[in-house]
């Protein structure tokens, strides 16, 4: 069965970092691109960060550049996205997803792991 699974969301302080993981427990999306987007309440589900199936390429929406980093371990399949400096407006449900992330064409989503940013 084919499944992306997320760990790692939480509450945290405006400034505080979190590290969000992804696995694909089978190893088959290995060779897929993959990435993260978000959903707020009451918002439709944004683009976070792509990265290309070997790690060479990434992309970030703008919202995020400079504070949030996205990286892969084919070896463990795993994906993960690093967050600095986190902002209340940064609280979101996020999710973990593989395909034409870029183009926002997705053929397997993760559940979802909260984060909230809140003092």
């Known amino acids: 069965q084919v499944q992306l699974v997320e760990s790692g969301g939480g509450l945290v302080q405006p400034g505080d970092s979190l590290k969000l993981s992804c696995v694909d427990p089978?190893?088959?999306?290995?060779?897929?691109?993959k990435g993260w987007f978000r959903q707020a309440p009451g918002k439709e589900r944004q683009f976070v960060a792509a990265?290309?199936?070997?790690?060479?390429?990434?992309a970030y929406n703008d919202s995020v550049k400079g504070r949030f980093t996205i990286s892969r371990d084919n070896a463990k399949n795993m994906v993960y996205l690093q967050m600095n400096n986190l902002k209340p407006e940064d609280t979101a449900v996020y999710y973990c997803?593989?395909?034409?992330?870029?183009?926002?064409?997705?053929?397997?989503w993760g559940q979802g792991t909260q984060v909230t940013v809140s003092s």
């Open positions: 997803a593989a395909g034409e992330v870029v183009l926002g064409i997705i053929d397997y």
């Open positions: 089978g190893g088959s999306l290995r060779n897929y691109q």
């Open positions: 990265i290309s199936w070997d790690g060479s390429h990434t």
